[in-house]
T-cell receptor, first 112, second 113 residues
Framework: NAGVTQTPKFQVLKTGQSMTLQCAQD?????MSWYRQDPGMGLRLIHY???????DQGEVPNGYNVSRSTTEDFPLRLLSAAPSQTSVYFC???????????FGPGTRLTVL | QQQVKQSPQSLIVQKGGISIINCAYENTAFDYFPWYQQFPGKGPALLIAIRPDVSEKKEGRFTISFNKSAKQFSLHIMDSQPGDSATYFCAASGETSGSRLTFGEGTQLTVNP
């Protein structure tokens, strides 16, 4: 099993550009989530999904969109990148909300 | 609003020493308290977790101590090793948060040889 995979590993964007961060898991987990990690602020939940076709907002959802068309994939879209979105983004999955979360290796995003 | 406060922000310990990281929470409905370990360039990984029905849980050199009345829990790393150098996050969840994890700010641990 590959676990949770994320692409790309690194990305540099200009303000106003759009992009999609990819996340996939092969563990048949229902629950998937996106976090951003900033120095001194821990991990903050952006969006999450409890199953295909179901998504909800987390703590810091503004500027991000998600969809969950399959159990395996949970892409995160930035429609118009801003410097404040410079961060490291982690995708995670788990069997259910109270189970161990398995994190991907992260995407380091810089918005100029 | 930070519902889980973690300290210290950084910690330097000598090899063989005890590393102690503390967390405090506000929401009394939290009932699951995991600790995650993150090495540079990697995603966090579950290290150890506790539920409030016990006051202590030990796994090898890692121990969680839990004080329900004080709404505090801590991670103790005994006989700290250079390989333990990483960032540690405490977290908490409960039904009132939809069982979603709320993370502390993180502690960067450095164990000197």
């Amino acid at each position: 099993n590959a676990g949770v995979t994320q692409t790309p590993k690194f990305q540099v964007l200009k303000t106003g550009q759009s992009m999609t961060l990819q996340c996939a898991q092969d563990m048949n987990h229902e629950y998937m989530s996106w976090y951003r990690q900033d120095p001194g602020m821990g991990l903050r939940l952006i969006h999450y999904s409890v199953g295909a076709g179901i998504t909800d907002q987390g703590e810091v959802p503004n500027g991000y969109n998600v969809s969950r068309s399959t159990t395996e994939d949970f892409p995160l879209r930035l429609l118009s990148a801003a410097p404040s979105q410079t961060s490291v983004y982690f995708c995670a999955s788990s069997l259910d909300l109270t189970d161990t979360q398995y994190f991907g290796p992260g995407t380091r995003l810089t918005v100029l | 609003q930070q519902q889980v406060k973690q300290s210290p922000q950084s910690l330097i310990v000598q090899k063989g020493g005890i590393s102690i990281i503390n967390c405090a929470y506000e929401n009394t409905a939290f009932d699951y308290f995991p600790w995650y370990q993150q090495f540079p360039g990697k995603g966090p990984a579950l290290l150890i977790a506790i539920r409030p029905d016990v006051s202590e849980k030990k796994e090898g050199r890692f121990t969680i101590s839990f004080n329900k009345s004080a709404k505090q829990f801590s991670l103790h790393i005994m006989d700290s090793q250079p390989g333990d150098s990483a960032t540690y996050f405490c977290a908490a969840s409960g039904e009132t948060s939809g069982s979603r994890l709320t993370f502390g700010e993180g502690t960067q641990l450095t164990v000197n040889p």
